[in-house]
């Protein structure tokens, strides 16, 4: 697994920048908007916003084309629902790259946050890279999840909707190539201090928040350089890159943590 969220490389300058779509700065927007302002705070404390964006995700990838799926589990007597879009690869025998995001947000104890920036950030560019996606073949089968569940008090539990799907997809026998967590993507501060680190790593890594993060399992480092180098492809946009033990405290705080777990990549 590797996960991005917002945590500057020197392997290699920036490669030009891809075109950018014309809308999609405003669509970017539109997803956190919709997340964040008009549903709001959307967690199983308040499971009708939750239902909400989950409807609204549905919604989005049905647009884009996408035949769309609702696992569903039950947490305290309320059903859940990771939503799953599905674009088959021309290989079916190719291992699959899941692309996911969590859609709830933090409710525990005094803290209630809209989560603009975790997760209707990474949600957003989700629902478009699915969207440019849909008309591109593919040789390996691409699958687009919105988690739910991942915010605590479900933090590393088995109520997490990324544990449920990882776990059930370990007795299905899929074989995964590769998942990619969305989390955190819209901060961005130039700030001196106003980004931190877990215990032993902050002395190498900058401490402004102007970058993105990839991040990953050591004994799958062998992921990160294709991941950040198609990344810098894309946009010049300065990106850091990790491949780390998972007991590093905080390195293993998404949803990749469920895949870690089931020893997927």
Not at 217 to 242: C, D
Request: glycine letters at 8%; proline letters at 8%; charged letters at 20%.
């Amino acid at each position: 697994m590797v996960t991005t969220f917002g945590w500057r490389g020197a392997f290699s300058p920036p490669a030009p920048v891809s075109p950018v779509v014309p809308d999609q700065p405003a669509r970017l927007q539109m997803h956190v908007t919709k997340l964040a302002r008009d549903i709001g705070v959307r967690n199983l404390q308040h499971p009708k916003q939750l239902r909400e964006a989950a409807e609204y995700i549905t919604m989005q990838f049905k647009d884009a084309g996408y035949p769309v799926e609702c696992e569903e589990y039950t947490t305290l007597k309320i059903t859940s629902c990771n939503v799953v879009a599905t674009k088959r690869g021309r290989d079916a025998t190719h291992p699959m790259v899941i692309i996911g995001a969590h859609y709830d947000t933090l409710d525990y104890k005094s803290h209630e946050t809209p989560g603009a920036d975790d997760n209707a950030s990474g949600v957003a560019v989700m629902l478009e890279v699915a969207k440019r996606v849909a008309p591109m073949s593919t040789e390996a089968t691409v699958r687009f999840i919105a988690f739910t569940n991942e915010e605590p008090p479900y933090f590393h539990t088995e109520a997490m909707g990324s544990r449920v799907y990882a776990r059930a997809a370990k007795k299905r026998g899929e074989q995964i190539k590769l998942m990619l967590s969305l989390d955190a993507v819209g901060y961005y501060s130039s700030r001196w201090g106003s980004q931190r680190y877990p215990p032993i790593l902050g002395p190498f890594y900058p401490n402004r928040g102007d970058f993105l993060g990839v991040i990953t399992g050591y004994k799958w480092q062998s992921l990160l350089k294709p991941v950040v180098h198609a990344f810098r492809r894309g946009t010049n946009l300065p990106v850091e890159m990790i491949a780390t033990p998972q007991f590093i405290e905080g390195t293993d705080f998404s949803d990749h943590w469920s895949f870690w777990v089931e020893g997927y990549p």
